[in-house]
């Protein structure tokens, strides 16, 4: 049934309740106010991608009594996804745009409740009431970035003294640096800004407690508070009552104020700051308020940036500005924003302009003649703005004809973008909305180095293409200069040939894990990627990447992110890479990676040296130009896969015409991995008028198939009777040394121990056409009676294409069940050390089963974690999704109804008993002196003010829950001591219950799977039921409590209980309190002692201790 908006505010007027406020910190008065401001407070997660949606959150800024004051708006899932859009589009400005809910919504200080039926887009304008606007209007305006900016800085504590333990000199210190620290916002800020912005401390009428700071204590308790509202509402207060001015004057003389708290306890505490979009506010826990990269990154919120996305198309992912996940350091955070944020700060606007008179606008779509247009021009980076004769641009704008553009820098690292994180010096194309002017989230769309080109395909909706390309990166001049070509409908980017480069190409046949594999090529001897692939998605498929590279050496890398290659084990993937069509390496099976150094011109070449003509002597002992590490690259890991047909032109001075009749059969797949030294049989003590040994390090373009026939002038009539160490049917690795018999009837009693890098002194004018693998043995001029080293007539089966089940691994399957937004829901598998086993993402069916499965050797050292992007888990409030988790066919996890992730190990515990499903979740059976009591609990629409506890009759608490998931059902279940009586107690925060006004929650208790009490969930604040008798009879103490086994005696006691008492005479009493671990304490794992806030996860340059 559909209602009108003033049938559903009716309906709820007689539930707006003014005196039902928590009795802690300054209370909202004004509850029949029907218009707010609406604020942005944008989070910064620890962990990217913990908090869900839930690091945005929109509030109402309220006005009259309550004006200054904030409070989170209550709203359904689709209503937040339409503010979010809203948000996104231009169409709500922070700040600015006002929610009119009418008379009668309720409210109060957790949060604005809107009603499910109010829609958004009709109820979000510019706001009636003059006195919101313009004071928000003057907020906006007095934003200034250029010129003085005074800040002030507070530390804030709360009624039990709670509060950060660095003193206020100390912070001030760090934020402002005033001797001691030399890098820190102030630095950084007027840095960035080329001198054009000032970081001023703010000072205090009154005066300060230290430079550019006070400190203020709140009249509430933080470790009780509700929402993080609550807290800063407070906080607010006590500064305005600091300054002598109302709330809603704040920030008073400043422009922007920053509270520091000393950790954050309320229910989302997975961010380490936030802040205010297009405001003067932002909030820090513990240390994270003395990394300037943190701080530039809150600030930019208050500037009107929203977060930066990389590549992979996550929010935080773009490292070559602060507006992704930042610098999470308290030294070397010398870099600035990115090529969208710095146009933001171009604008024409002297208040806020950076880098007005250094920008581009190039409009592709309007300034074309018809017949396309073609474009040329020179970037500088930011870091060279001051050191620019030429004015060149620091950003460029490719404008479509829509509020969504394209932004062109040049991310040169030195000087204050020295610490950049992601493609130094490289050309970076970045896309946003909003024209590039608002709060938009931006997006990193490439990175290019010299000769590497990008296509905007359907630019500006045009049907028609944009190509850029970075014609020249000169990093030798001063400044150093980015030269990049341009061009909309034009015909094709300049060819390496024209850029002064040579062609490259890679090849990848992918397995049946395509997201595994990625590779790099790096310059030699650094760590400087010049070009790199990855996010393959299609199993057996063959990607061809065309790239230019200059003059130069250089290593290719290719890799496996599950460490078994991409053949054979798990699909017949393999790869390729060519310069100037020359092979630089091949192959397919190998570990976690394999790397190739090549050179670019120069001397060195690609393809194997010139095949010889008539030898002389046996090959020098001593190589000629030392031989390589590793055995002149000696034959490929993997034969040529599949071999070229037909067979290469045989290198004897008189080769047969055609191969002979009956070839031996293809050797096996993959061959010895990889081949022993020397690579191939002893070399003749008569050389013959082929090189001995191995070709050079890529001996030839791939091998022939079927395998060359003995090359020789009159080709033997059959194949060797005796298989030459015919191939096994796993291939052996590594090989037998040597991978095959000598090739000639009297083959030399040794190798040489290092085959020569010039197989002869006099080769021949052109190289040898790859050879088979193992490689062919030298031919004879005279050719033998029968094929060298050539595989087998019946040479053995292929190996399988997948391992067998029978190889001693456990087979580990997960089952997902999608719920109806697929796109949310990831998962993963790690081991041990935390790195990931199996990783899959990405669905797009809802309501559907997906099952993967992997064969592991160890699967009770792995943890399984699921993710749900919008925090609410995949069950039950967007359908019935669930997940189970399979070893060898036996379930081993189970669930679904989650927030926004959950971990747990695949063997969480030795269960003595054995295991029994509960609730649709696999757990430990009960002893027999124990019973399973169970607790079920369905939500109504706001399950964050539900919660409940399971204690003993003298209070100790045994189990908890609490909630996120409106309207859904769910089951829990604890074994406890069954000879005694247990209180359950269940709350609701807001004083209503869980029926009926607001869903139609209940909740029932189970004792042993039998229903004890049930309940229609109308309870008010609280209700409280006893179990297994009553709490009010007699208890024997000595009877040991919950979490101890049915031994009456002191080491059975455990969890928070300890055995006070002689024997059976002594009762569990609870433990006395301990001091909290130091924060730092899990820091040891990654070399590093207790020093405050520990981040052991997310990306490697992130963790460590701050």
Request: hydrophobic share 25%; glycine share 8%.
């Amino acid at each position: 049934m559909k209602f009108s908006l003033p049938t559903l505010l009716l309906s709820t007027l007689a539930l707006t309740r003014a005196t039902d406020l928590r009795s802690t910190g300054r209370k909202l008065r004004n509850t029949d106010a029907t218009e707010c401001t609406i604020q942005v407070a944008v989070f910064l997660e620890i962990n990217p991608g913990s908090m869900g949606n839930d690091d945005i959150s929109f509030e109402c800024e309220m006005d009259g009594a309550d004006s200054g004051l904030t409070v989170p708006i209550k709203a359904t899932k689709e209503q937040k996804k339409e503010f979010k859009n809203m948000l996104d589009t231009g169409k709500l400005i922070p700040g600015k745009s006002t929610l009119s809910h009418g008379r009668g919504v309720p409210f109060n200080d957790s949060g604005l409740f809107i009603p499910p039926g109010l829609d958004i887009a009709k109820n979000v304008g510019q706001g009636k009431k003059n006195g919101l606007n313009k004071r928000n209007g003057r907020r906006l305006a007095e934003n200034s970035m250029t010129g003085q900016k005074p800040i002030l800085a507070v530390r804030v504590k709360d009624v039990n003294g709670l509060t950060h333990p660095d003193d206020v000199a100390t912070m001030s210190d760090n934020i402002f640096g005033n001797g001691v620290d030399n890098n820190t916002l102030k630095s950084v800020l007027e840095d960035c800004s080329m001198g054009k912005l000032e970081i001023v401390p703010g000072v205090v009428s009154g005066g300060n407690d230290a430079i550019g700071m006070i400190e203020v204590t709140i009249p509430i308790d933080m470790t009780v508070a509700s929402t993080n509202q609550e807290i800063h509402n407070a906080a607010k207060q006590e500064v305005a009552d600091r300054l002598g001015i109302d709330v809603n004057e704040m920030p008073g003389p400043f422009q922007q104020i920053m509270f520091n708290i000393e950790a954050c306890y309320t229910n989302d505490c997975g961010w380490a700051a936030y802040a205010y979009v297009n405001s003067w506010m932002s909030v820090y826990q513990g240390n994270y308020y003395y990394m300037p990269g943190v701080q530039i990154h809150e600030l930019g919120h208050n500037f009107g940036f929203a977060h930066s996305g990389g590549l992979d198309g996550q929010t935080y992912t773009d490292h070559t500005g602060m507006m992704g996940n930042p610098l999470y350091k308290d030294d070397n955070s010398r870099m600035c924003y990115n090529a969208a944020k710095n146009w933001n700060l171009a604008k024409d606007n002297s208040s806020y302009s950076w880098y007005s008179d250094r920008k581009l606008l190039i409009k592709p779509l309007t300034e074309n003649n018809g017949n396309g247009y073609t474009r040329t021009f020179a970037m500088v980076g930011i870091a060279d703005y001051l050191n620019n004769p030429a004015a060149l641009p620091v950003v460029t704008k490719l404008e479509t004809g829509t509020s969504d553009d394209f932004f062109i820098g040049f991310n040169r690292a030195i000087g204050v973008n020295a610490d950049n994180d992601e493609a130094d010096n490289e050309i970076t194309i970045v896309k946003t909305g909003a024209n590039g002017e608002a709060y938009s989230q931006s997006f990193l769309q490439a990175t290019l180095v010299q000769g590497e080109s990008y296509t905007i395909e359907n630019f500006g909706g045009n049907g028609k293409p944009v190509t850029i390309t970075a014609l020249e990166i000169n990093l030798a001049s001063n400044p150093a200069v980015a030269t990049i070509d341009m061009r909309y409908d034009s015909g094709s980017p300049p060819t390496c040939t024209e850029l002064g480069m040579k062609d490259a190409r890679v090849t990848i046949l992918t397995d049946s894990y395509p997201q595994e594999t990625s590779w790099q090529i790096t310059v030699a001897g650094t760590n400087d990627v010049s070009r790199s692939g990855s996010g393959y998605s299609v199993a057996s498929e063959t990607y061809n990447e065309d790239i230019c590279l200059a003059d130069g050496d250089y290593v290719f890398t290719i890799n496996d992110a599950y460490s078994d290659g991409i053949c054979c084990g798990y699909g017949s993937g393999s790869y390729s890479f060519s310069v100037e069509g020359n092979q630089v390496a091949e192959g397919g099976e190998f570990a976690a990676s394999e790397s190739t150094p090549f050179t670019v011109g120069g001397a060195v070449t690609m393809a194997p040296t010139q095949a010889p003509t008539a030898m002389t002597n046996a090959p020098t002992s001593s190589p000629t130009s030392s031989p390589t590490s590793s055995p002149s690259a000696a034959p490929t890991k993997s034969p040529t896969v599949p071999p070229t047909n037909p067979p290469s032109p045989a290198p004897t001075s008189s080769p047969s015409s055609s191969p002979t009749s009956s070839p031996s059969a293809a050797p096996t797949k993959s061959p010895t991995v990889p081949p022993t030294n020397p690579p191939s049989p002893a070399p003749t003590s008569s050389p013959t008028s082929s090189p001995s040994a191995a070709p050079t390090k890529s001996p030839t373009v791939p091998p022939t198939n079927p395998p060359s026939p003995a090359p020789t002038s009159s080709p033997s009539s059959s194949p060797t009777s005796s298989p030459s160490a015919a191939p096994t049917k796993s291939p052996t690795v590594p090989p037998t040394n040597p991978p095959s018999p000598a090739p000639t009837s009297s083959p030399t009693s040794s190798p040489t121990s290092s085959p020569s890098a010039a197989p002869t002194q006099s080769p021949t004018p052109n190289p040898t056409v790859p050879p088979t693998n193992p490689p062919s043995p030298a031919p004879t001029s005279s050719p033998s009676s029968s094929p060298t080293a050539a595989p087998t007539q019946s040479p053995t089966p292929n190996p399988t294409s997948s391992p067998t089940e029978s190889q001693g691994c456990d087979l580990v399957q997960v089952e997902i069940i999608t719920d109806n937004y697929p796109g949310e829901t990831s998962w993963q598998l790690t081991d041990a050390t935390s790195a990931i086993v199996l990783s899959i993402s990405g669905y797009t069916n809802s309501g559907t089963t997906f099952t993967d499965e992997i064969c592991v050797d160890d699967w009770a050292s792995l943890s399984f974690t699921i993710n749900d992007a919008y925090g609410d888990g995949i069950c039950c409030s967007y359908g019935s999704g669930s997940y189970t988790v399979r070893v060898n066919g036996d379930t081993v996890l189970s669930g679904g109804d989650f927030g926004s992730s959950e971990t747990r190990p695949l063997q969480a515990e030795s269960c003595t008993y054995g295991q029994e499903t509960v609730g649709g979740e696999v757990v430990c059976k009960c002893a027999s002196d124990e019973m399973r009591v169970g607790v079920d609990v369905l939500t109504d629409r706001y399950p964050s003010e539900t919660t409940w506890t399971l204690s003993t009759c003298d209070g100790v608490e045994v189990d908890a829950g609490s909630y996120s998931n409106r309207s859904t059902q769910h089951s829990d279940s604890i074994c406890v001591a069954s000879n005694r009586a247990y209180r359950f107690k269940i709350n609701d925060s807001y004083g209503d219950g869980i029926c009926c006004s607001y869903g139609e929650g209940n909740y029932q208790l189970h004792i042993n799977g039998s229903e004890v009490y049930s309940s229609a969930g109308d309870f008010g604040g609280s209700e409280t039921t006893d179990i297994n008798g009553e709490c009010s009879s007699n208890i024997v103490v000595s009877d040991p409590p919950i979490k101890c086994s049915s031994a009456a005696k002191k080491q059975d006691c455990n969890g928070n209980c300890q055995w006070v008492g002689n024997g059976n005479n002594g009762k569990c009493e609870l433990k006395p309190k301990e001091e909290p671990t130091p924060k730092c304490e899990a820091c040891a794992s990654i070399g590093s002692a207790c020093c405050g806030t520990c981040v052991n996860n997310g990306p490697k340059w992130m963790r460590g201790c701050y």
